[in-house]
């Protein structure tokens, strides 16, 4: 009997393991696929902001993408929520790599269908952006896309 039982007992664990395993790649597929390669809008926005200068400042506003100390702290509160335990400091906003992680992290949070316009809107914007008032960016940083 304790044979019988094994066998049944493996091959129920065969049973469910088998269906999970093809839903998890499944999700990690789809997850791929609502994926955005962002180095493009990224690359147009570090034009406009600062042409391409990574120690440029204005007024708050630091580095290549121009990040304000606000931005860094929505960051490390994206960062809080998620239970992880990185945080951005302000002298992150000097380095290219961490200015486009702090972009990638906000688009993940707030702009979950990957819409280019609301990345671009917003990182001008913030966001309650006003389509009025982000007009003039939003079609600067498309020009330098193209």
């Known amino acids: 009997m304790g044979k019988l039982f094994r066998m049944t007992l493996s091959c129920l664990f065969v049973l469910f393991?088998?269906?999970n395993a093809?839903?998890?790649s499944q999700k990690k597929d789809s997850a791929i696929a609502n994926e955005r390669n962002w180095e493009?809008?990224?690359n147009a926005i570090i034009q406009?902001?600062?042409n391409g200068d990574a120690n440029a400042r204005r007024g708050n506003s630091v580095g290549a993408m121009q990040i304000t100390p606000i931005l860094v702290l929505e960051c490390n509160q994206i960062l809080k929520k998620r239970k992880s335990k990185k945080r951005y400091r302000l002298s992150d906003r000097l380095s290219v790599a961490k200015s486009k992680?702090?972009?990638l992290l906000f688009q993940s949070a707030y702009n979950?269908?990957?819409s280019i316009e609301r990345a671009i809107r917003s990182w001008n914007g913030g966001?309650?952006?006003s389509i009025k008032c982000?007009?003039?960016y939003f079609e600067k940083v498309m020009k330098a896309m193209k």
Do not use: D, G, H
């Open 40 to 42: 493009e809008v990224m």
């Open 48 to 50: 406009v902001e600062s």
């Open 22 to 24: 093809a839903l998890a």
């Open 101 to 103: 992680e702090m972009f």
């Open 134 to 136: 982000t007009q003039r």
């Open 112 to 114: 979950p269908k990957n």
């Open 17 to 19: 393991l088998i269906p």
């Open 127 to 129: 966001l309650n952006y």
